[in-house]
């Protein structure tokens, strides 16, 4: 059973995927609707897209299968958060020594980013972390 943490996540997901997809859904009940009309068996309640989208509830795989085919987005990103890709081949991550010799821009940029308030190192890091997320879901 998924945790409450868990729920949050796959909500935020799929109201990210939701925003992004060309599938203008405004309300549980629209979500609801359009989801059903692709869903090969058992159809849903606007009540069950409400849980979706506020992380009380997560759909079962088959349901997940069908919304992350229909919104093009992964399923193994719309249900764990990691992409494909990077799922498929984690590796080791990189040592400091594995970083080699910085480009003049690049060793620009972590000065800049050491010389920040910690709040602002954090929100750069965060948009740093959403970009290459995207770049690596949205790019297919």
Do not use: C
């Amino acid at each position: 059973m998924p945790s409450p943490e868990e729920k949050q996540a796959f909500a935020s997901r799929l109201k990210q995927a939701l925003t992004r997809s060309s599938k203008k859904i405004e309300s549980p009940s629209e979500l609801a609707l359009q989801f059903n009309l692709r869903h090969p068996s058992e159809p849903i309640s606007a009540q069950a897209a409400h849980k979706w989208l506020n992380g009380k509830a997560m759909p079962t795989v088959d349901k997940m299968e069908t919304l992350a085919g229909w919104l093009g987005v992964p399923l193994q990103w719309l249900r764990y958060g990691i992409p494909e890709t990077t799922a498929k081949s984690r590796s080791k991550p990189a040592k400091k020594s594995d970083l080699g010799n910085l480009a003049a821009d690049e060793a620009e940029l972590i000065m800049r980013l050491r010389a920040m308030p910690e709040a602002r190192r954090k929100l750069i890091m965060d948009l740093v972390g959403q970009l290459s997320l995207d770049g690596e879901m949205w790019s297919e």
